[in-house]
């Protein structure tokens, strides 16, 4: 039987180190066929690392696109200060980088550069606006947002059972990220055998994760198809019941 992954996105939350603390040491460790793993906020990754349990994979939200070890970038982590504090993986390209920063397919593939010339894994999202579901515009909006992954294509390498892919794929529907809504089953289905099309044609074999308001009551939902390999999870991922739930029903 096939990994499974579930990863929690911890976005800029929770506003405290103690709190961080707390919320590491409560979560556990995936079971069965299910990987585990985190991406707290930059200034948080140390706390995380010590207070999680082992074989929880530590994660960034983002990594910078300038340099991948030091240089005169003000505000910018590289790939090298990641892999230093612990960080086994990074979120490339979610949906509120690319709207709050502008962040270009051209930037996303530097990223992607330096991650991988750091030993970082990636978490490369992708999804399309409520305007562009409307317009029957996903495919093709996530067919021109997956061709950033057409070059990396040889570095790639196939997945090792308990090992953290190099590459993992996210679907979030922009427009369900936060909102409670999610798209239908049949909907979230057929979008990630697209996705897997594309990437096969691309000779890349990669798990395909959902994200966009999954919690522990729709988490078993997703376990249902074969095309889904886990799920990137926002809110429910800072409760550490709820985000064991969601783990469970992937093991």
């Known amino acids: 039987m096939k990994a499974s992954y579930v990863i929690g996105n911890w976005k800029l939350n929770p506003a405290t180190l103690g709190d961080v603390q707390a ?59 990641l892999a230093d504090a612990g960080a086994q993986f990074v979120i490339v390209g979610h949906s509120e980088r690319r709207a709050y920063h502008g962040e270009s397919d051209a930037v996303l593939a530097q990223k992607i550069t330096h991650a991988f010339a750091s030993g970082l894994s990636v978490v490369f999202c992708i999804g399309e606006t409520k305007d562009e579901y409307q317009a029957g515009k996903t495919l093709d909006v996530l067919a021109a947002q997956l061709q950033v992954v057409a070059d990396f294509a040889s570095q790639i390498t196939a997945d090792t059972d308990g090992a953290l892919p190099k590459l993992l794929i996210a679907y979030e529907p922009v427009w369900a990220i936060g909102t409670g809504l999610t798209p239908t089953f049949a909907e979230v289905e057929a979008v990630h055998r697209f996705i ?19 919690n522990d009551t729709n988490a078993e939902t997703f376990v249902k198809s074969p095309l889904i390999d886990g799920v990137l999870v926002g809110g429910a991922s800072l409760k550490a019941d709820s985000f064991a739930r969601i783990a469970a029903a992937f093991a």
């Open 23 to 81: 919320l590491a040491s409560a979560l556990t460790a995936g079971t069965g066929r299910c990987q585990v793993g985190v991406a707290p906020s930059f200034v948080h990754l140390s706390a995380a690392k010590a207070a999680l349990s082992a074989g929880i994979w530590l994660g960034a939200q983002d990594i910078a696109h300038k340099s991948t070890q030091t240089g005169a970038f003000t505000g910018d982590v590289s790939g090298a200060q």
């Open 196 to 214: 897997s099309e594309t990437l096969a044609a691309m000779q890349v074999f990669s798990p395909i994760l959902y994200g966009g308001s999954v």
